[in-house]
């Protein structure tokens, strides 16, 4: 037994020594795309899921807090990443040898065609540890287990994104939420102001001091204003389904209060000079994790092109009906099998393009993915800035128009002033008012995207 032992050290050994080299190309993470650097590794930002603390609304902090613990869509990321892990341990541990522990009974009769085995009855005990290797001579294992990891560090990347994604959306339904309750109540308080001017023209028509063409004009516009408000109610219906998705629960049921506001910035967002906001991207890391799956795929089937050694051995007891486990039951074997498919080098090699042309699919959805993601962060800033720019400006006409309305009212009530420049005037206030509750929710939702397109990475001043 301990000779067994000492070759079988020895074989074990020498496979090893056999085993340490690799086919296939080892992988390198791209250090640049064209002239962007690339040398960062992938990591989540801290700031990610705290982001929007920095507004100091409460009722989107709970609904983001909330989104992340309820949400389905993440639940089954965080699923995925566990199987991929699972699928990677499962593909490292073929690199050790297999066995099983049996134990096993057979009785026969007329074992044999001899007449002398006629009605004899033999039985028979076995047990023993059964063992196999497949012994990685060329890498193929390795390569096997470096793109099980790459797929599992993958999905681990992908439920990231699915964070800032989900956060994304909740702020998103938020901001629609929101806004369509301002407009709302942008459009119950130009209804009120407009029915307080139409009582003013219908008493000075009663007195002979207004026209029935100025009260069919006003009655245009209230009627307009009137029309729009079930459009805004759907709005709030529908960013009230949508967040109500997110969170996993049934429509009607969020308590969100009445009092419409949006979060914003005071000041515009910035960057942090020399900082490689590329490192946040998952999207560009999922994408980089790929081409290394990828390119150790090639290894996997380059492997084929030689031989592969496998070993199967049995170690135990082989008795008789007494069932007797001693030195002259023990029993041993050992059975190398040396395999190659010689015969079919053109299927290997073509499966070796095969995984070639996946690799430099995935080199190109990798290097398209930076560019998209630089001009996608780009724009992002920029669009965020100049719809603060244009919100500013809409404040100050929003401003101008509720002015121009009080002093067109007071000239209209005192009989100087004609009742188209107050219509005119009202109708201006009506629209830059509405305008200012669109541009507030553009505004926000840019700012979402910044953080999107930054992986929640920049910081807010």
Request: charged fraction near 20%; include cysteine.
């Amino acid at each position: 037994m301990r000779k067994l032992l000492n070759h079988s050290a020895l074989a074990l050994i020498v496979a090893a020594s056999l085993s340490a080299c690799a086919v296939g190309p080892d992988y390198h993470t791209p250090a640049r795309v064209a002239d962007i650097s690339f040398s960062s590794p992938y990591q989540q930002a801290q700031q990610a899921q705290s982001w929007w603390q920095a507004f100091d609304d409460a009722v989107l902090n709970q609904l983001i807090s909330r989104a992340l613990q309820e949400n389905r869509t993440l639940a089954q990321a965080r699923a995925n990443v566990d199987r991929a892990y699972a699928v990677f341990r499962d593909a490292n541990n073929d690199l050790l040898p297999k066995g099983t522990l049996d134990a096993g009974y057979q009785a026969s009769e007329n074992g044999t065609v001899s007449p002398l085995d006629d009605g004899v009855i033999s039985r028979g005990y076995s047990g023993g540890a059964n063992l196999s290797w497949d012994i990685d001579l060329f890498g193929k294992i390795r390569r096997a287990t470096e793109a099980a990891e790459a797929n599992a560090q993958q999905a681990d990347i992908l439920w990231h994104d699915a964070q800032v994604q989900l956060i994304s959306q909740v702020a998103t339904s938020y901001g629609e939420y929101r806004g369509a309750q301002l407009r709302l109540v942008v459009a119950e308080q130009n209804l009120q102001n407009l029915t307080q001017s139409r009582d003013i023209v219908l008493a000075r028509l009663e007195a002979g001091m207004a026209s029935e063409l100025e009260l069919a004009q006003i009655d245009v516009q209230l009627h307009q204003v009137q029309a729009a408000v079930p459009g805004y109610r759907v709005a709030l219906l529908t960013a009230d389904a949508t967040l109500s998705a997110l969170l996993a629960q049934r429509p009607g049921t969020l308590k969100l209060g009445a009092v419409p506001h949006l979060p914003e910035l005071k000041q515009p967002v910035a960057v942090v000079a020399g900082e490689n906001y590329l490192r946040y991207r998952a999207d560009v890391a999922s994408s980089e994790r790929l081409l290394a799956a990828r390119t150790a795929q090639i290894g996997v089937a380059t492997a084929d092109l030689y031989p592969n050694l496998s070993v199967r051995g049995f170690l135990g007891f082989i008795s008789g009906p007494g069932l007797t486990l001693s030195g002259d039951t023990q029993s041993w074997s050992v059975a190398p099998t040396l395999s190659w498919q010689a015969a079919d080098l053109g299927s290997v090699k073509a499966r070796i393009r095969q995984a070639e042309a996946s690799s430099q699919m995935a080199l190109a959805q990798f290097e398209q993915q930076v560019f998209n993601a630089i001009n996608e962060m780009q724009l992002s800033l920029q669009s965020y800035n100049l719809s603060r720019e244009q919100q500013l400006s809409t404040e100050l006409q929003w401003q101008a128009s509720n002015k121009a309305v009080q002093i067109a009212r007071q000239r209209y009530n005192a009989g100087s002033g004609e009742f188209l420049d107050l219509l005119d005037a009202e109708r201006e206030l009506l629209r830059s008012r509405d305008q200012l509750a669109q541009l507030q929710q553009q505004s926000f939702t840019r700012l979402v995207g910044i953080y999107r397109s930054f992986g929640g990475g920049i910081q807010l001043i």
